[in-house]
């Protein structure tokens, strides 16, 4: 590939001056400057948004600027798309893959940048091609692999791979361990250690501040579509990011007393649950839940928690096994087992909240009564007290900071950390016995999580049973009294957090346990 023109003085690979765009009414990014060295690990920080997104889809062609100037390696241009980008050496790795999953490893790098009517060659030189990149920059896979055989881990890779076989000097990576274990994220960071040593620029989007200490050069936080800081990260910590970030001080550590743990509230027996495709998912899974204590989950997506979840909140009939409730064992005969699981002191914060908490095109007080609008309170019948819900959601508002703070606003107009907290007052307003949590924090601002994780242990301190499911470790090892690990839709082991490390921890995430090792 024909490498793009340079300027022959410019320490930058990438210089953004007066960045603007609007979306209607909203300016997602406000006279934007931003420089980023050539060589170096340029984190970008910021709320939900803060326009991060935006700024780099402008850079990678996604979007066009209202106005300002893009220079790459000192030289101006006008990125119209990806494939401009491309060729000016920008790649990008996105959240979510962008893969085919029943092609080779091989067939996927190559797509789309065939050079030859016969794929033979094209291949045969992409396979060479990998084979470099991989000794290059410690990149090992194998090319002839299925994507769909693969671990996550490894497709990630694979993303990165993609970017460099069509000449990236530039790599951005959007959220890039959210489906990482610990140990995967560690390689990560030494594959992106080794490609800024080798002269690439990496420029990292992510929530998690202790990643932008760890692997980071320099670091710039942006709020509310506007770059308010850019400073050296050892400069820096994460409190002062948390506070540039949000605008005030953040609370970064969950505080809790020891748990007083009561009678069980929540047992699952030998449960075994089967997705869509009446594929296993949840494997002979047994575990009780006390008053006065949290118990989380922990693992990588897509190891039975969600379908889990779904059993225990009675939205999916388990193959075998059961769920009891102070005591009192669940019927999953019928489509109410929601309802009737409501009924019995079990309320359910879902992982997706708009997929199964909200309507979003109801106003905020119609969901924040959604699933209890024939509780007595509401009406009686077929008749609904408006005026008793839209009072009883303004009390909800103010309790629970959301903002704006309007019960008539359709909820699509709240932002995702004010819809998360619409979802959590109706559930924990109802004074439940067992709450289930999936993903509390997912998606949502620093600021809120905070909120999030104080009103969590308030349920636990007034005796509430707790079942956390989160694929933040950090989340995980901050909340949770007893820890619970998922691999394979097994729990393969159970850890003190107070105890327990973070490799012990991410071993288990991966399906290894040392400890049940040891003692056989």
Do not use: C
Request: net charge negative; hydrophobic share 40%; proline share 4%.
């Amino acid at each position: 590939m024909q490498r793009p023109e340079t300027a022959a003085a410019s320490p930058w690979a990438i210089e953004l001056t007066g960045i603007n765009k609007r979306f209607g009414a909203v300016h997602a990014n406000k006279n934007i400057d931003l420089k980023i060295k050539r060589g170096t690990v340029h984190g970008i920080v910021g709320e939900n948004g803060a326009g991060k997104s935006t700024l780099m889809s402008i850079l990678y062609g996604f979007y066009t600027a209202d106005s300002g100037e893009i220079r790459v390696n000192g030289v101006p241009h006008a990125i119209t798309d990806s494939r401009h980008a491309l060729a000016l050496g920008i790649g990008m790795v996105h959240q979510h893959f962008m893969l085919v999953d029943n092609f080779s490893i091989l067939e996927n790098v190559v797509l789309g940048a065939e050079d030859s009517p016969l794929l033979a060659p094209t291949l045969s030189k992409a396979r060479a091609e990998l084979k470099r990149l991989a000794s290059e920059y410690n990149l090992e896979v194998n090319p002839d692999a299925i994507v769909e055989d693969v671990s996550v881990g490894l497709q990630q890779r694979v993303e990165i791979l993609k970017a460099l076989y069509r000449g990236a000097d530039v790599l951005i990576l959007d959220e890039p361990t959210g489906v990482l274990t610990p140990a995967e994220a560690d390689h990560l960071f030494r594959v992106l250690r080794t490609l800024r040593d080798q002269g690439k620029t990496i420029i990292l989007i992510t929530h998690k501040l202790r990643e932008i200490m760890a692997i980071t050069d320099t670091v710039s936080v942006m709020r509310q579509g506007e770059i308010v800081k850019t400073l050296p990260t050892k400069e820096t910590n994460p409190e002062q990011l948390a506070e540039l970030m949000v605008g005030r001080r953040v609370l970064l550590r969950v505080e809790k007393g020891a748990a007083n743990p009561g009678k069980t509230l929540l047992e699952v027996e030998d449960l075994v649950v089967t997705d869509d495709f009446k594929v296993p998912r949840v494997k002979n899974i047994s575990f009780s839940v006390r008053a006065g204590e949290i118990v989380g989950i922990a693992g990588v997506a897509g190891n039975g928690q969600s379908e889990l979840l779904e059993a225990v909140a009675g939205m999916r009939a388990p193959m075998l096994g059961g769920v009891r409730v102070n005591g009192n064992p669940v019927s999953f005969v019928g489509d109410d087992g929601a309802a009737r699981l409501r009924r019995a002191g079990l309320a359910h914060v879902p992982e997706d909240r708009h997929r199964m908490g909200l309507v979003t095109d109801f106003e905020e007080w119609e969901n924040s009564i959604l699933g209890y609008q024939d509780e007595p309170q509401y009406g009686k019948g077929f008749i609904l007290d408006i005026d008793a819900a839209r009072k009883e959601a303004v009390e909800r508002i103010k309790k629970f900071d959301i903002r704006p703070a309007n019960p008539r606003l359709k909820t699509a107009n709240f932002s995702g950390g004010n819809q998360q907290k619409i979802v959590l007052a109706r559930e924990m307003e109802n004074d439940p016995d067992v709450l289930v949590v999936g993903q509390p924090t997912r998606g949502v601002d620093i600021g809120a999580i905070e909120f999030i994780h104080n009103q969590i242990i308030k349920m636990r301190d007034a005796g509430k049973a707790i079942l956390l499911v989160s694929v933040e470790l950090d989340e995980i090892r901050s909340l949770s009294d007893r820890i619970l690990v998922m691999f394979d839709g097994h729990i393969v082991g159970e850890a003190d957090p107070a105890t327990a490390t973070e490799g012990e921890l991410g071993l288990m995430m991966a399906g290894i346990n040392k400890k049940e090792e040891a003692a056989q």
